[in-house]
């Protein structure tokens, strides 16, 4: 894949994905979605696809585009839907021409607030509850790209192969968020939340360590050391892990 796919991939299945978090979590977000009952499909030409559902003051993230959709939201390349992402385009509209007052007005206030919390303003991680919503983000974000730079980017699928098979777990102490990923058949899934069993594991001191680790405020060996994280069972799947979150400033920033 070159460099506009994996973007955009990356854009529907780790980006979007955090509306179903945003809206559980931020009270702002959930009054905006509370009366909405629509689903809404994104599908790139030749590309990948994802959905977003809305029915009582809930949303639910699907990278299976739902294939009754109230709206369906079509991208020409995956260059058009990553200006999408980026504010600079506007997608082909298949389906909903009846919602195009929720498209240009209601949607682009949840979007809004997504941007709000995937992109602090100077001060706002200060705030406790932002940067506990900031952090599960990041967290979740990252997981969700490096799964799928492993399967879509040569050198992350390099790294990837390294790894082994089993599941991961990522834990923000001392109660979450967390999140899996299982490297064995079907293929690379991800999971919200804990694993019983996971083959490798790290546990992060508390949410401030876990957002400057994964803004790359503190590196893993120093935060190691520190004692800020801790390791168990096999670390050397962290330690391939690691070489592909490297990789995802290249694609998200």
């Not at 894949?1 to 959930?30: C, F, G, R, S």
């Not at 941007?115 to 303003?121: D, N, Q, T």
Request: aromatic fraction near 8%; charge should be positive; hydrophobic fraction near 40%.
């Amino acid at each position: 894949m070159n460099i506009q796919e994996i973007k955009a991939n990356l854009n529907l299945h780790a980006v979007l994905q955090n509306i179903e978090d945003l809206t559980a979590l931020d009270p702002q977000a959930a009054d905006l979605i509370k009366n909405w009952n629509l689903s809404i499909k994104f599908k790139v030409k030749n590309g990948p696809g994802a959905s977003l559902s809305f029915s009582g003051g809930r949303c639910v993230f699907d990278e299976k585009p739902t294939q009754k959709p109230t709206i369906s939201l079509y991208f020409l390349s995956h260059s058009h839907c990553n200006k999408m992402f980026d504010g600079k385009a506007a997608p082909v509209i298949l389906k909903g021409f009846t919602r195009l007052g929720f498209l240009l007005k209601d949607f682009p206030k949840l979007t809004e607030r997504l941007e709000y919390y995937l992109k602090p303003a100077d001060g706002l991680l200060s705030d406790k509850k932002y940067l506990e919503i900031n952090t599960r983000m990041t967290l979740n974000t990252a997981v969700y790209a490096a799964r799928d730079l492993a399967l879509s980017e040569e050198n992350s699928r390099i790294n990837a192969a390294q790894i082994g098979a089993g599941p991961m777990m990522l834990k923000v102490l001392p109660g979450g968020p967390s999140i899996t990923i299982d490297f064995g058949a079907p293929g690379i899934m991800v999971k919200k939340g804990e694993t019983a069993k996971p083959m490798c594991a790290m546990y992060i001191r508390d949410i401030k360590t876990a957002n400057d680790f994964f803004n790359g405020r503190i590196d893993t060996y120093s935060a190691v050391a520190s004692g800020d994280i801790a390791i168990r069972g096999l670390a050397s799947m962290l330690d391939s892990m690691a070489m592909i979150l490297n990789r995802i400033p290249q694609y998200l920033s």
